[in-house]
């Protein structure tokens, strides 16, 4: 059940809605304006990775060795 974001052609309100099925894209209406006239609207999203990350900040800098002695 995703939320998508559509904007109203009609008055330019964007909202964003939770869908069940696609088919019920169909019968959403502008809850400003009430138009069905709306568009979706190509969304970002955000998703977090689980595992280990291949990144190390660890303090590997203090090895480095700068050739004097």
Avoid: H
């Amino acid at each position: 059940m995703p939320i998508y974001e559509f904007q109203c052609q009609e008055c330019g309100n964007p909202f964003e809605e939770l869908v069940f099925s696609s088919s019920a894209i169909s019968e959403l209406s502008c809850p400003n304006c009430g138009s069905e006239d709306i568009r979706k609207k190509l969304s970002t999203f955000a998703s977090k990775v689980s595992g280990k990350s291949s990144f190390s900040f660890g303090s590997s800098a203090s090895s480095c060795s700068t050739g004097s002695t």
